[in-house]
């Protein structure tokens, strides 16, 4: 409240408290000095992380990382594809996704998203024969058709890696996302589910894809060891491969490590939250939140919507002016200056391709975070706000 009584937006860029038992464990380090992966025998807090990640995810071997920008970049690369290998990644996504493609000596193929955010299978299909690997982002939790993706990939021995930077605890026909794929690689960055500032894991059944993983992300000499499973892979890429020096550090680990338990927790306050504003929204005849695909069990910490109908550039601008005004930050893609998720603005790329269906949604779909702390009445405030905001949007700009 403020002081004249007035209920105030809620701040969705604040961050919720890391847990206490945080504290003890980085006290003990910082006392040690024991910050290195590497330094203890065994059981370091990076270790541990990604035994209990490994465990909580059903996979047989995890690596904790700096980033998930790093995860895809090693996940790439222990892919083993000739320099130039062509990797299809969907037009809808965030710029450190190409990113790490190009970082891998690779070139990013984009393919069309449709108005509901997911990959459209026909162009997909399209530019599949030609592509080396598949990098799919699950952009803001939302799941593409996997069922079709894999089937496809499989048929013509193409890997898939799954970018869940924003997926944790997402679910597609029961199966956890990002154990789908050969490699799935997750965000610990602090507008993810899990927050440590930055971070990133990756988790795979693939021994060798494992292993090169672990030595090239800075496991030098016999440190490889310290990784269960699989020793003899390790032996055989030993000093084959480039060390890029991409490990976590202890500190991170005892951050994200208390977080673990409460994922689940996050992923239904989360799936709620974001369905009791979904419900306001499309109540409103301007706005509307596509549903998801029918195998698909969310974990969003933010809403997606489009403007429904006809709608004037000046009056999308209209509207994320109004939403300001209310103090609810409204991203429509396409029109804030610069996206780094809307793929003409990935000027590293060169020329950004013809890719009409894709622009055509980043120029009428919303963003708003939904932290999943809020409180319902946090949440109507936000919903109230974004519903409004169109109204007077329309009603003050001539179309
Ligand atoms: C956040 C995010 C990334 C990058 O994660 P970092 O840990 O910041 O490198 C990649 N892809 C998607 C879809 C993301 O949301």
């Not at 602090?190 to 971070?199: D, L, P, Q, R, W």
Request: glycine content about 6%.
């Amino acid at each position: 409240m403020s002081p004249d009584g007035q209920f105030q937006a809620p701040n969705v860029y604040h961050c919720e408290a890391i847990p206490d038992a945080a504290r003890a464990e980085i006290d003990r380090l910082l006392t040690s000095g024991d910050l290195f992966r590497y330094t203890a025998a065994e059981g370091s807090p990076v270790a541990l992380l990604e035994e209990e990640f490994a465990q909580m995810m059903g996979s047989k071997y995890a690596l904790a990382v700096a980033s998930c920008s790093a995860a895809l970049f090693l996940s790439l690369k222990a892919l083993d594809l000739p320099r130039g290998a062509r990797v299809l990644i969907p037009a809808f996504t965030f710029a450190a996704v190409p990113s790490a493609v190009v970082h891998a000596d690779m070139v990013p193929v984009l393919v069309e998203v449709g108005s509901n955010y997911r990959v459209d299978m026909a162009d997909f299909e399209a530019k599949l024969d030609g592509a080396d690997a598949v990098l799919i982002s699950h952009m803001r939790g939302h799941t593409s058709d996997m069922d079709a993706i894999m089937a496809l990939c499989d048929a013509r021995n193409i890997p898939v890696v799954e970018d869940a930077a924003h997926s944790l605890g997402t679910e597609w026909n029961g199966r956890k996302i990002g154990t789908i794929g050969k490699v799935g690689c997750f965000s610990f960055q602090s507008y993810k589910m899990v927050n440590a500032g930055e971070g990133g894991i990756l988790i795979t059944d693939d021994p060798e894809i494992a292993a090169r993983c672990v030595i090239m992300s800075g496991a030098y000499e016999s440190n490889w060891k310290k990784h269960p499973g699989m020793q003899n892979s390790y032996m055989l890429w030993q000093n084959k491969l480039p060390l890029y020096n991409m490990r976590m550090q202890n500190l991170s680990a005892a951050v994200i490590r208390p977080q673990l338990p409460q994922v689940a927790i996050r992923v239904a306050k989360g799936r709620a939250g974001h369905d009791r504003v979904a419900d306001q929204l499309n109540q409103s005849p301007y706005l509307v939140v596509p549903p998801p695909l029918g195998p698909e069990e969310r974990a969003p910490d933010s809403i997606q919507f489009n403007l429904k109908g006809d709608w004037t550039d000046a009056q999308a601008m209209r509207f994320q002016a109004e939403a300001k005004r209310r103090g609810i930050t409204v991203q429509v893609f396409g029109l804030s200056e610069g996206n780094a998720r809307a793929f003409w603005n990935w000027e590293f790329l060169g020329p950004a391709p013809d890719l009409p269906m894709t622009r055509a949604m980043l120029m009428r779909a919303c963003d708003v975070r939904l932290p999943t702390r809020l409180t319902d009445q946090e949440l109507d405030y936000i919903a109230h706000a974004v519903v409004s905001a169109a109204l007077d949007a329309k009603a003050q700009t001539p179309a």
